[in-house]
C-alpha cells in the first residue's frame, strides 16, 4: 500500500501537467475559431464607434475585435506588427493577428518570460514571430526595433509599459505604422494633455506606492499622434486603450476627440504603502492620491503639481 501511494504522489503531479496542458491547447483552439467567426462579423460591418466591434481572444480587453474592425477599413501595406510590454505573452494586442492573420512580428520587454514563453509553446515555430529582451528607453527604442529587423512602413504598433509611454512613443522614428495602440492612463482625465515627466529608469510601483501614477493623458497622446500625422479614432470600453490611424491610411473611419471618447476606467488597482489593494474605485479619489505629483504638461511645456490643472 504505500508504495501504491508513492507510485501515485509521484505520477499525479505528471498526469496533471499532462491534462492541463491538453485542456489549454483546446481551449486556444477553440477560442482561435471562436473569434475567426467574430473577425468575419465585424469586418463585414459598419459601427458608429470602434468600442462596437470589441471581442476578446488573447487581447486583455476587447482590442482583438477593434484591430480586426479596423484592418477591414485600412490598407495595410506591410502584414507586421511591433508590441511594446506584453509581459509573458499570454495576453497581449497582437497575438490573435499572428494566430489568425498570420502576420509576422516582435515582441519587447524586460526581463525573459516572453521568450521563455514563446519558445516552449508550439506558436512559437509554427509562426512568424520574434521576442526581444529590453527595458525600452525613448533612447534606445529605435535601435531595439532597428536591430529585430524592422523599419519603414508597419501594419501596427502597439505600446503598454506603464511609464514612459508618451516619451517612447514620441522618439519612436525606424517605423511608420498604419495602427498604433497606447496605452492612456484614465485617472488624468479626459481634458488635461499631461504626462509622467521622463525618467528612464521609470518604474511605476518605485515611483509611488499608489499605482495610479504612470503614463499620459488620453489628450496629451492625442496631440502628438496629431503632430505625427495619425487621427485618434477611438478607445475601448475599459478605458485604458487608445487607437490611432495614420491619416494616409484614414480612409472612411471616423475621427474623433479625446473628450468624445474618452473611458473613465473601472480598474480598482490602487494599493497602501504595504504594496495591498486599496480598490479606491471613484475617479476624484484616485485622483486625489496622486495630485501633489509632478506632471509634464505638453502643451505649455512645463512641470507642474497634477492638482493645479484638474
Known amino acids: 500500500m504505500r508504495l501504491g501511494n508513492a507510485i501515485v504522489r509521484a505520477v499525479r ?11 489549454r491547447a483546446e481551449t486556444e ?27 476578446k481572444v488573447f487581447s486583455q480587453n476587447g482590442e482583438d475585435g477593434i484591430i480586426q474592425y479596423l484592418l477591414s477599413k485600412i490598407p495595410i ?6 508590441e511594446v510590454g506584453v509581459q509573458d505573452y499570454v495576453e497581449s494586442n497582437t497575438r490573435f493577428l499572428l494566430m489568425n492573420n498570420y502576420w509576422h512580428g516582435l515582441i519587447i520587454d524586460c526581463g ?19 521576442a526581444v ?21 508597419l501594419g501596427l504598433f502597439s505600446l503598454d509599459i506603464d511609464g514612459n509611454d508618451y516619451w517612447v512613443l514620441d522618439a519612436l522614428e525606424v517605423v511608420s505604422p498604419r495602427i498604433v495602440i497606447v496605452e492612456y492612463n484614465s485617472v488624468f482625465g479626459p481634458s488635461v494633455a499631461v504626462t509622467v515627466p521622463y525618467d528612464p529608469v521609470f518604474d511605476r510601483s518605485r515611483v509611488h506606492y499608489s499605482n495610479l501614477y504612470y503614463g499620459a493623458s488620453l489628450s496629451a497622446l492625442a496631440h502628438l499622434m496629431q503632430s505625427r500625422g495619425y487621427a485618434l479614432v ?3 470600453r475599459a478605458g485604458n486603450n487608445a487607437f490611432f490611424v ?9 475621427e474623433t476627440s479625446p473628450a468624445e471618447c474618452y473611458v473613465p476606467s473601472p480598474f480598482a488597482e490602487s494599493r497602501d504603502r504595504s504594496g495591498a489593494l486599496t480598490y479606491v474605485r471613484s475617479m476624484s479619489a484616485r485622483l486625489e492620491l496622486i495630485g501633489h505629483l509632478p506632471v509634464y504638461d505638453v502643451l505649455q511645456d512645463s512641470v507642474v503639481p497634477l492638482k493645479a490643472l484638474t
Open 29 to 55: 483552439r477553440l477560442a482561435l475559431q471562436v473569434g475567426a467567426l467574430q473577425s468575419r462579423l465585424v469586418q463585414a460591418a459598419t459601427y458608429a464607434t470602434i468600442q462596437e466591434a470589441e471581442f
Open 246 to 254: 495614420r491619416r494616409d491610411a484614414l480612409g472612411d473611419i471616423r
Open 133 to 153: 529582451s529590453a527595458f525600452v528607453t525613448r533612447e534606445n527604442i529605435n535601435e531595439v526595433v532597428q536591430r529585430a529587423g524592422f523599419t519603414g512602413d
Open 112 to 130: 525573459v518570460v516572453h521568450v521563455d514563453y514563446i519558445q516552449h509553446q508550439k506558436f512559437g515555430w509554427q509562426y512568424d514571430i520574434r
Open 77 to 82: 501595406g506591410t502584414a507586421s506588427f511591433v
Open 234 to 236: 477611438g478607445s475601448n
Open 13 to 23: 503531479p505528471r498526469v496533471e501537467r499532462v491534462v492541463t496542458t491538453a485542456v
